[in-house]
């Protein structure tokens, strides 16, 4: 479905992003992966799903927090694989604390990476995309780019701007083949839900598995964690022909979270 189209995803070196970066090379895209880690783990990440699925697969390091290394992982994609035709701003951290006390580098960092990577990713495949009148832009955003949680300030503004961003975008390419939509997920077991875990078992001197239950209790009814295979599945279909007219959208994939 996706053979010849090139695409980007922001942070797929792990969790969600690792897991849409496979899918849509299963789908037949050759992909230009991104983040952090150890370089012999990516190396391996990048051959065995380039051998797995038959396509190219590159790796950059690029930092989403600056915005001229995201400029040039929009020029090593197109130098390496041709064009940008699908952009995954999935990149993102999480700090928790009191507004108080919320470290101000922290709160940067969260804009930069969460909200602001996003903005400069566009605007650098934009111009393509507009040329080739092709384009899927999918904003991994979350629950918490519709409603809030306390000790959560930065991430759920830089979320609740993604979903803002994205409508603009939308709006913005409405009467072209480029379609800009948000996916926004509720918990998703990876490491950076794992921490909370963690934080939470010892704050509560709990077990871990108590830890996800009590985690998966206060937020998704569902009781059960998403997956980024889901998470996954719902990216491959905004890239589909059939997800055409789906824009400015935002998606809740989240065991119900926001229904309450
Ligand atoms: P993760 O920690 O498993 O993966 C984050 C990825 O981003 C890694 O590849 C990491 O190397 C990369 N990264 C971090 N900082 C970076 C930077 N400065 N530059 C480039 N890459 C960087 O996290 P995840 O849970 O898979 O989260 C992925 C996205 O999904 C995030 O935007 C997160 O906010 C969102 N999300 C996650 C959940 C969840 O429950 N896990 C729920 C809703 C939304």
């Given amino acids: 479905m996706l053979k010849d189209k090139n695409a980007i995803v922001t942070g797929s070196t792990s969790g969600i992003g690792l897991g849409i970066a496979r899918a849509l090379a299963r789908h037949g895209a050759n992909i230009m992966l991104n983040g952090f880690g150890d370089l012999d783990d990516i190396e391996r990440i990048r051959s065995e799903t380039a051998e797995q699925y038959g396509v190219a697969v590159s790796h950059s390091g690029a930092d989403m927090s600056k915005p001229a290394e995201i400029r040039e992982l929009a020029e090593q994609t197109v130098a390496e694989l041709g064009a940008v035709d699908i952009l995954v701003n999935n990149a993102g951290i999480q700090h928790t604390a009191l507004v108080e006390d919320f470290p101000t580098e922290k709160w940067d960092a969260i804009l930069a990476i969460n909200l602001s ?143 309450q």
């Fill in 117 to 259: 990577s996003n903005f400069h990713a566009i605007r650098a495949v934009m111009p393509g995309m507009k040329r080739r009148n092709w384009g899927r832009i999918v904003n991994i955003a979350s629950a918490h780019g519709l409603v809030a949680s306390a000790t959560k300030a930065a991430y759920v503004t830089a979320k609740h701007g993604v979903v803002g961003l994205t409508k603009v975008v939308a709006l913005e390419t409405a009467t072209t083949g480029i379609t800009c939509n948000a996916i926004c997920p509720g918990w998703v077991l990876t490491p950076l839900v794992q921490k909370q875990v963690d934080a939470l078992a010892q704050r509560d001197r709990i077990p871990i598995e108590q830890a996800k239950e009590r985690l998966l209790s206060e937020k998704q009814p569902s009781r059960a964690f998403v997956t980024p295979e889901q998470v996954a599945a719902l990216t491959v279909f905004l890239c589909s022909e059939d997800a055409a007219q789906i824009r400015g959208a935002a998606l809740s994939i989240d065991g119900g979270w926001v229904a």
